[in-house]
């Protein structure tokens, strides 16, 4: 059963433009979740959809926003880059109706110059 | 005050050693308790996942969760070079809402296992 899939891997953008990040989550998972993952922060939750819905998303700024198509796989956007934003971002698919036991893909490098 | 905390180590042990990872936390509404490891430059791989108080064994790994006194253990067997990774701890509670997807982490201990 192949696992979580994340595209690109790696990514480098420019301040003042926008990206976006894909993620094939694990077949018959329905519960797809984004994390931001810096040395300095950890891992910070970003937001969660399931069934197309976004059901609960975090404490980051409108800059940050996603969705999920009706196959389940996902797509999260940063609009007007930061270089804060450099980090790896991570996405997690579950099987659990409440979207906690969580299986994470290989992340998206992203790095802005 | 963080809601979970891990100490980051960096932690090194030899071959063959018993290896403790822990992490405490003040949210009592925590149901649910899993344990990642995290290769560098991968993503998390999820090791264990409990719910509620007690201890889940799976191979050389042993998951023990203490609810009463928010408090909960990851032991490693046997462990070997290729144990050697970032540990992080992560909740999440029973409940719907601002709780759905949401795990929260604590900042992960490094582990070397040297031969």
């Known amino acids: 059963k192949a696992g979580v899939t994340q595209t690109p891997r790696y990514l480098i953008k420019t301040r003042g433009q926008q990206v976006t990040l894909s993620c094939s989550p694990i077949s018959g998972h329905r519960s797809v979740s984004w994390y931001q993952q810096t040395p300095g922060q950890g891992l910070q939750f970003l937001f969660e959809?399931?069934?197309?819905?976004?059901?609960n998303k975090g404490n980051f700024p409108g800059r940050f926003s996603g969705r999920q198509f009706s196959n389940s796989r996902s797509e999260m956007n940063v609009s007007t880059l930061e270089l804060g934003d450099s980090a790896l971002y991570l996405c997690?698919?579950?099987?659990?109706?409440?979207?906690?036991?969580?299986?994470f893909g290989q992340g998206t490098r992203l790095t802005v110059v | 005050q963080k809601e979970v905390e891990q100490d980051p180590g960096p932690l090194s042990v030899p071959e063959g050693a018993i290896v403790s990872l822990n992490c405490t936390y003040s949210n009592s509404a925590f149901q649910y308790f899993m344990w990642y490891r995290q290769y560098s430059r991968k993503g998390p791989e999820l090791l264990m996942y409990?719910?509620?108080?007690g201890n889940k064994e799976d191979g050389r790994f042993t998951a023990q969760v203490d609810k009463s006194s928010k408090y909960i253990s990851l032991f490693i067997r046997d462990s070997q070079p290729s144990d050697s990774a970032t540990y992080l701890c992560?909740?999440?509670?029973?409940?719907?809402?601002?709780?759905?997807?949401?795990?929260?982490f604590g900042q992960g201990t490094i582990l070397t296992v040297h031969p």
């Open positions: 409990t719910y509620s108080s």
């Open positions: 997690a698919s579950s099987r659990s109706d409440r979207g906690n036991e969580a299986f």
């Open positions: 959809y399931f069934s197309e819905t976004q059901r």
């Open positions: 992560a909740m999440s509670p029973n409940a719907g809402g601002t709780s759905y997807g949401k795990l929260t």
